[in-house]
């Protein structure tokens, strides 16, 4: 191990307990995924953590490690799950009915997926319309709810003998919402609890919960919860790291890679017209226009924060940029999402680029939910709190620090996020600038 390390970690020995409120497609997804990829069922495509490597050092030293192997993450045998749900079905069940995993794999780690039970979850018809279930907590204020959380995490942990915890929420996309009073601070936050404002959403109750009993936090939908002065303060005050929001799965993926290569040629953009139809509880939920305007307002920022048009009004300054879903109940989770690209180059002719992504969603989503679980972790053993932007390759819609533009360009978040690992481990970072090839 290197011994010039900038940071020291907390050993990674011992359980790790994987916080989950929502036990649907995308968590059931990557919790039977982890089950199999533990047996040598299937290959764990798609995450950094454990197919990645890091170059250290110049081109000709041949140094390349895998990122597990460079920075001491927690082990897949080590990881322990618990989940909230508004449904009763058990891990396997959920992983039945959400038709992502082929049945006869779903079979092969049914016993582990069968001692997966969801706690009654926090929930609240004003932000998630579409859907409703039984298996609810029922309390006489909000505070009384985020208590009862704490002690389920409680009983969790006494159970598991997990020794660290990392809650990553899973659950649907809330109704928009901006912040208001209640937000403004730790202390009208927790008044807002025990008064039952109706500004409080549920996820922000899971996130203060996890906060509080200081356990990292990761946002993997586009609702208002972290991102708020009130729980940015309680990050600080228990020196937690959290990050998000809104896993970059399927259409947004393909718009960060797209959209950073006709920047860099200085190719013009009239219009960006994106349409998906999926079927998943995700596509019944944003079927209602509160939750959609949500995922909307993600969607629609990632090509502005690239393109800059402040800085190429000739180029982008005039793009018309549409964004559609729509519940197509017959896909399920095989999501089609199908962009038309309007563009412009020398002398203004036009050109078109048509792109027809026939992607699935929680399997895109799943190596994502386990990257984060682990360098959240990672970030916390060593000692990291608050926004970690080094985390935005993750996200739609990165946390940044008050001020600051998120960068979107996911070439420029991969390489802040390798950088960061070289900088915990003392490695000299990469610029590629390469002139000490040629001295």
């Not at 081109?59 to 993450?73: C, H, Q, S």
Request: glycine share 8%; net charge neutral.
């Amino acid at each position: 191990m290197p011994t010039k390390d900038n940071v020291r970690f907390a050993p990674a020995g011992g359980k790790l307990g994987v916080l989950i409120p929502g036990l649907g497609a995308v968590s059931t997804t990557f919790i039977a995924g982890v089950e199999a990829v533990k047996r040598g069922l299937g290959q764990p495509v798609g995450s950094l953590t454990q197919l990645a490597t890091v170059r250290l050092g110049k081109r000709t030293e041949g140094r390349a490690p895998l990122i597990k192997d460079f920075v001491p993450l927690a082990s897949l045998d080590d990881l322990e799950f618990c989940a909230w749900d508004i449904f009763e079905d058990n891990a396997y069940q959920s992983a039945r009915n959400a038709s992502v995993l082929d049945p006869a794999l779903i079979e092969k780690v049914r016993e582990p997926l069968e001692k997966i039970h969801p706690i009654e979850a926090v929930f609240d018809r004003e932000y998630v319309r579409r859907i409703n279930g039984p298996n609810v907590k029922e309390g006489r204020n909000k505070m009384d709810k985020a208590e009862m959380l704490m002690e389920d995490i409680r009983q969790f942990q006494a159970r598991t003998q997990v020794k660290r915890m990392v809650m990553i929420w899973c659950g649907s996309t809330e109704v928009f919402h901006t912040p208001s009073e209640v937000h403004q601070s730790l202390k009208r936050f927790e008044r807002g609890l025990q008064q039952n404002d109706p500004e409080i959403a549920p996820s922000q109750i899971y996130a203060y919960a996890a906060l509080k009993l200081g356990i990292p936090y990761a946002n993997g939908a586009p609702n208002l919860t972290t991102d708020t002065p009130a729980l940015l303060e309680l990050a600080r005050e228990k020196n937690v790291p959290i990050c998000g929001k809104d896993f970059k799965t399927g259409q947004t993926f393909i718009k960060t890679l797209i959209a950073p290569g006709l920047k860099a040629r200085m190719l013009g953009l009239s219009g960006w017209f994106s349409t998906n139809i999926l079927g998943n509880r995700d596509g019944e939920v944003l079927d209602d226009p509160g939750s959609f305007k949500s995922k909307e307002e993600t969607k629609l920022s990632v090509l502005d924060q690239i393109l800059q048009p402040q800085l190429y009004p000739q180029l982008y300054g005039d793009v018309f940029h549409s964004v559609r879903i729509n519940y197509y109940p017959p896909r399920g989770d095989a999501k089609e999402g199908w962009d038309n690209i309007d563009l412009f180059g020398w002398l203004g002719y036009p050109m078109q680029i048509k792109i027809d992504f026939l992607c699935r969603d929680s399997i895109l989503a799943a190596p994502l939910v386990l990257d984060l679980v682990l360098f959240l972790d990672l970030a916390h053993r060593a000692g990291m709190h608050g926004i970690q932007e080094w985390l935005s390759f993750f996200f739609k819609a990165p946390m940044v620090a008050p001020g600051l533009y998120p960068e979107h360009d996911i070439f420029i978040q991969l390489m802040k996020l390798k950088n960061t690992l070289r900088w915990m481990r003392g490695e000299d970072l990469i610029t590629h600038l390469g002139l000490e090839y040629y001295d």
